[in-house]
């Protein structure tokens, strides 16, 4: 998990993502945000983010990303 955030702050480095949990209902990261989240995801885990994963609550936490993600990887 330490290593996602390390890769999240490189995106985002003025957001606590530890700490925040209302990064999209809170209009804290916005859609380039998240495309290049999703990017980074598919580059470093290998893991595609089908456009039905696109959701608020999937963005709304460095956690529910990270959760994501590891259902994605099974």
Not at 38 to 58: H, R, S
Request: aromatic residues 8%.
């Amino acid at each position: 998990m330490q290593e996602f955030l390390e890769l999240l702050n490189g995106i985002r480095p003025d957001v606590d993502f530890e700490n925040t949990k209302n990064l999209v209902s809170g209009g804290i990261l916005k859609s380039f945000d998240i495309i290049q989240i999703v990017g980074m995801i598919d580059d470093e885990y290998d893991v595609k983010v089908p456009v039905a994963e696109l959701k608020p609550e999937n963005f709304d936490s460095a956690q529910a990303l990270f959760e994501m993600i590891e259902r994605l990887d099974d």
